[in-house]
C-alpha cells in the first residue's frame, strides 16, 4: 500500500502543496498522482521542470518502504481535494532501466540451447 499526506499553503495568491507518499509495501512501486486543482500546475523548477511531472502529472518509482515528497503550487485556491492518487502498480526491472537495457549491458546474454548446453 502507498500512502498519501497533503499539507497545503496559501500565500500572496499562490496556493503551495507538499505530498508525502510512503510505500508500505516490500516491492518497488510505481506511483501517479495528479494535481486535482483546476488551474495550471507549477512543478518545482532546478535547471528545468523534473522529469517526473508531465502536466499536471508527476509518477516516479518508490523503492520498498521509501518516503519521498513531492511538491508544486497552483494560483488557483483550494476548494476541495488537492491531489488524486491515480494509479499504483508494481514497478518492474531497475529503477530508471528498462528491460532492453538492462539485457545490451550483459555480455554474451543467450537463452539456453534446447538440451541444456549453451
Same mark, same amino acid.
Do not use: Y
Given at each position: 500500500?502507498?500512502? #498519501?499526506?497533503?499539507?497545503?499553503?496559501?500565500?500572496?495568491?499562490?496556493?503551495?502543496?507538499?505530498?508525502?507518499?510512503?510505500?508500505?509495501?516490500?516491492?518497488?512501486?510505481?506511483?501517479?498522482? %495528479?494535481?486535482?486543482?483546476?488551474?495550471?500546475?507549477?512543478?518545482?523548477? %532546478? %535547471?528545468? #521542470?523534473?522529469?517526473?511531472?508531465?502536466?499536471?502529472?508527476?509518477? !516516479?518509482?518508490?523503492? *520498498? !518502504?521509501?518516503?519521498?515528497?513531492? !511538491?508544486?503550487?497552483?494560483?488557483?485556491?483550494?476548494?476541495?481535494?488537492?491531489?488524486?492518487?491515480?494509479?499504483?502498480?508494481?514497478?518492474?526491472?531497475?529503477? !530508471?532501466?528498462?528491460?532492453?537495457?538492462?539485457?545490451?549491458?550483459?555480455?554474451? *546474454?543467450?537463452?539456453?540451447?534446447?538440451?541444456?548446453? *549453451?
Amino acid at each position: 500500500m502507498v500512502t #498519501v499526506e497533503t499539507a497545503v499553503h496559501r500565500r500572496d495568491g499562490v496556493t503551495f502543496v507538499t505530498v508525502t507518499l510512503t510505500n508500505r509495501r516490500e516491492t518497488a512501486q510505481r506511483v501517479t498522482v %495528479r494535481n486535482a486543482l483546476p488551474g495550471p500546475t507549477w512543478p518545482p523548477r %532546478r %535547471r528545468g #521542470v523534473s522529469p517526473e511531472w508531465d502536466g499536471h502529472t508527476w509518477q !516516479g518509482v518508490l523503492e *520498498a !518502504g521509501e518516503r519521498r515528497g513531492v !511538491g508544486f503550487a497552483s494560483p488557483t485556491a483550494p476548494t476541495g481535494r488537492v491531489i488524486e492518487l491515480l494509479e499504483v502498480e508494481r514497478a518492474t526491472g531497475c529503477r !530508471g532501466t528498462d528491460v532492453q537495457t538492462i539485457l545490451s549491458q550483459r555480455e554474451n *546474454a543467450k537463452p539456453p540451447r534446447p538440451g541444456g548446453r *549453451a
